[in-house]
C-alpha cells in the first residue's frame, strides 16, 4: 500500500471478476478486508454502491497519517435496556447496539489533529448513512483544493526529505550487506584454505609414518640376515677347531 511516504491506489472489492459472464461482479459479495469494511459491508447488505470504497478510503487516511494499523474496536455493545412495566423487576433485560465507525476508530481519529485539514474528510468518509459520504469527484475534489494549503506543502517538502533519506538509507545498506558478504567469503576461503593445509599436513604425516615403516621392516630384515649369517660363520669356524 505505501512504498517509502507515498500512497497507492488498492482494491477494496469493487472490480469486476474476472469471467464470461458480464453481470458477475463484487457487488454482489461481502467485499474487502474486514479492518476496512463499511457497516453496509459489516450488515452483509444484498448490494454495494461505490461509498463502499470511500469508506474504505477514509480509513486508509487513518493508517497513512497515524502509521498504525487501524484495528477498530468491537462493532457492538451490550447495554442494559429500560425495563417495561409489564416485565419482571428482578430480570434485566441487554440490548446489542451497533457502535458507531467514528467511536470504533476514535483511538486513532485522536491522534490526527483537531487542525488537521484532512481530518473532516476523513470523518466525512466514515459516515454510517452512505448518503453523507462524499461521491469519488467530490472526494478528488477536495483533495485538490488541499493542495494550496501550507500543510500539503509542508507534507510534501518532508515526504521528498523522507526519500532522500531511505533512499541514503538503502545505499548504505546494500553497501553493508556486499561487505557483509564479502567478509563472509573471505572467511570461507580462509577456511578452506585452513582445511586445505590440515589435509596436507595430514598427508604427509601418514607418508612420513608409511617411510618410517619401511626403513624398520628393512631394518629388521637386514638385522635377521646378519645374524644368520654370523651364526653359519661362527659354526665353521667351530667345525675348523673340531678338525684340527
Do not use: W
Amino acid at each position: 500500500m505505501i512504498a517509502g511516504p507515498r500512497a497507492k491506489i488498492t482494491d477494496f472489492g469493487m472490480s469486476k471478476l474476472a469471467s464470461v459472464n458480464p453481470r458477475m461482479t463484487a457487488l454482489t459479495l461481502c467485499p474487502g478486508n474486514v479492518l476496512y469494511m463499511s457497516p453496509e459491508a459489516l450488515d452483509e447488505a444484498k448490494s454495494y454502491t461505490a461509498k463502499l470504497d470511500i469508506f474504505s478510503f477514509g480509513v486508509i487516511v487513518i493508517q497513512i497519517l497515524t502509521r498504525k494499523f487501524p484495528n477498530p474496536t468491537d462493532r457492538f455493545r451490550i447495554v442494559r435496556s429500560e425495563q417495561r412495566e409489564d416485565e419482571d423487576d428482578d430480570e434485566e433485560s441487554e440490548v446489542r447496539k451497533v457502535v458507531p465507525e467514528t467511536e470504533r476508530r476514535q483511538a486513532h481519529l485522536n491522534l490526527i489533529a483537531a487542525t488537521h485539514s484532512l481530518k473532516p474528510v476523513v470523518l466525512q468518509c466514515l459516515k454510517k448513512k452512505e448518503s453523507l459520504r462524499p461521491s469519488a469527484l467530490q472526494l478528488g475534489e477536495r483533495l485538490s483544493a488541499l493542495k494550496g494549503s501550507s500543510q500539503y506543502t509542508e507534507s510534501r517538502q518532508q515526504a521528498e526529505s523522507n526519500s532522500e533519506v531511505e533512499q541514503l538509507q538503502l545505499q548504505l545498506r546494500g553497501q553493508r550487506i556486499l561487505t557483509d558478504a564479502k567478509t563472509k567469503e573471505a572467511e570461507e576461503y580462509q577456511e578452506q584454505i585452513a582445511q586445505l593445509g590440515n589435509a596436507i599436513e595430514d598427508r604427509d604425516r601418514q607418508l612420513l609414518e608409511q617411510q618410517y615403516s619401511l626403513v624398520d621392516n628393512i631394518l629388521s630384515v637386514s638385522g635377521e640376515g646378519a645374524t644368520t649369517a654370523g651364526t653359519k660363520c661362527a659354526a665353521s669356524t667351530q667345525a675348523g677347531h673340531d678338525i684340527f
